[in-house]
């Protein structure tokens, strides 16, 4: 199988990755990657946190500088596709340009759910997305004074601990109970909201917003579901994503939540791949239920697998998954995945905030999260690749060392 | 801007110009050096970085610390040497600097 031209739709991380992986694979033909924001591919975790402090310049964002792409043979069109022509393979672009395929690759990613309140559109009210969002954001960011941020999620919460650190009152609400709760379990969220109370972050669980006020254009304050007038000169929300599948919709390919992809990442198209935020595939750790992630390693891994199979080495997708944010001076990640977790073993010093939390569904373990306990991070994502056999009474006793266990049961 | 020399397991030799204040890691991958994947993109989270500094050269790095030291520990044979080139901060110091590369990240 040679397939002369491989059409990629999306340049961030899993659109980036595909290209990449498939010249190192030695893939000769022809690529084409198709982003729709200025400018070179770039990495999106560093938005929210380090990249507002000024901890990391433009540039060193950047995967690769400009000559990569040239050298690499990756022709980078900044457009945006608008419609896939699947009976003559040709995507067809904005522009009114379009480009022919042997095999298509979407990883259009996905958009921040929007704020449905009067008042989101005032200019101090931010998602953060993009690079564009971020430089936008960051000298509002060191100017303010009063920020209120929707939603307890790590976007929400990474930039909570960077407007607090930068000095500003920082108000947090969050329609659920705890913070990162769709992502963490109990006592992880416990945790967090203790350090971010101790950074000055003050936090309003159970609680939405009815609207924003402005005054002459400008965010004045967040007015609480409960009717309370928080004081704000800066929002911003991070309520969850959108994944980004009207192309594939209006395509006709299948769509359960994102694009529907099996197990070796294809679409109900066989020339069509989907890969990265946008896909919604059988998850072999989530008992091969269909599910989406949005992560970088997921990008990466599913990127490696696609291009894999297009140089004609197949096989299902089976890599573990795995997170990280940083926040403060914690630094959590997460290996696995901990739905339906039904106990939990806690390694290690709440105080010190060098915790991991051992999430057992039962009584196999499903997901460790790990704060400040790197070690414990990396033993579990070994762990966690194998069928692990740990039990949470033996994790539970007396001087358990998750490092320690791993080196025993290497098979 | 010092320059940095990359020898890979195979032993081919790379030799990457890097800025001052950029990472080991950045300049390698800036410049398609293989073997070094840097899947969280520098924020100490993968230990796909992993690099040996030469001996003749420990001298002019710190030793890795707290994080970066667990981090270490489940890289694909670690020595003494080792370091995770997204902590390694470049400086005038170590113009001509010499880094081996593991035989594997993963």
């Given at each position: 199988m040679t397939l002369a031209s491989v059409v990629i739709v999306g340049a961030g991380q899993a659109g980036f990755q595909v290209a990449a992986s498939l010249r190192q694979e030695g893939y000769d033909g022809r690529i084409t990657l198709i982003g729709d924001e200025p400018g070179l591919p770039y990495q999106r975790p560093p938005l929210s946190k380090a990249y507002l402090l000024g901890k990391i310049q433009a540039t060193n964002l950047l995967f690769r500088p400009a000559d990569f792409y040239t050298t690499q043979r990756i022709e980078l069109l900044h457009d945006q596709a608008s419609a896939i022509d699947r009976l003559n393979r040709r995507v067809i672009l904005a522009s009114g340009a379009a480009v022919s395929y042997d095999h298509l690759v979407l990883a259009t990613g996905a958009h921040n759910r929007p704020l449905p309140v009067p008042g989101a559109e005032l200019p101090q009210v931010f998602g953060i997305k993009t690079k564009a969002d971020a430089d936008a954001l960051a000298p509002l960011a060191k100017a303010a004074r009063n920020v209120v941020v929707i939603g307890a999620g790590f976007i929400g919460l990474e930039f909570a601990a960077v407007a607090a650190a930068l000095g500003a009152n920082v108000h947090v609400l969050e329609l659920g109970e705890r913070p990162m709760a769709r992502a963490v379990s109990r006592e992880m969220s416990e945790l967090f909201r203790q350090a971010h109370e101790a950074w000055g972050v003050h936090f309003d669980f159970r609680q939405g917003l009815s609207r924003i006020d402005g005054d002459n254009g400008k965010v004045c304050a967040v007015q609480t579901g409960d009717g309370r007038a928080l004081p704000a000169d800066l929002v911003v929300f991070g309520i969850g994503v959108i994944p980004n599948a009207q192309l594939a919709t209006e395509a006709g390919l299948d769509i359960e939540n994102g694009i529907k992809v099996d197990a070796s990442l294809l679409t109900s198209d066989p020339q069509i791949s989907a890969l990265g935020d946008v896909a919604s595939f059988p998850c072999l750790q989530n008992d091969e239920q269909h599910t989406r992630l949005e992560s970088v390693q997921n990008a990466i891994d599913q990127a490696r697998a696609v291009a894999a199979r297009l140089m004609g080495k197949p096989a299902p997708y089976s890599a573990l998954p795995w997170f990280w944010t940083d926040q403060g001076d914690l630094k959590l990640q997460i290996a696995g995945l901990s739905n339906g977790y039904d106990s939990t073993v806690v390694l290690g010093s709440v105080e010190d905030k060098q915790v991991s939390v051992l999430c057992f569904r039962h009584d196999r373990l499903v997901a460790v999260e790990s704060c400040n306990r790197m070690g414990d991070h990396m033993a579990a994502r070994k762990i966690l690749a194998r069928a692990p056999k740990l039990t949470a009474v033996e994790a539970a006793a007396d001087g358990f060392d998750l490092k320690a266990w791993e080196a025993a049961n290497r098979d | 801007m010092p320059t940095l020399t990359f020898i890979e397991h195979n032993g081919t030799t790379h030799q990457v110009k890097g800025d001052i204040g950029q990472s080991v890691m950045q300049a390698a991958t800036f410049a398609s050096v293989p073997g070094i994947p840097a899947d969280c993109g520098g924020?100490?989270?993968?230990?796909?970085c992993h690099t040996y500094v030469d001996e003749a050269w420990l001298s002019k790095v710190q030793a890795p610390e707290g994080m970066e030291n667990d981090m270490l520990e489940y890289a694909f044979e670690r020595r003494d040497n080792s370091r995770l080139s997204c902590q390694l901060i470049i400086s005038q110091e170590m113009d001509g600097m010499v880094l081996h590369l593991p035989s594997s990240q993963f």
């Open positions: - | 924020a100490c989270s993968c230990a796909t």
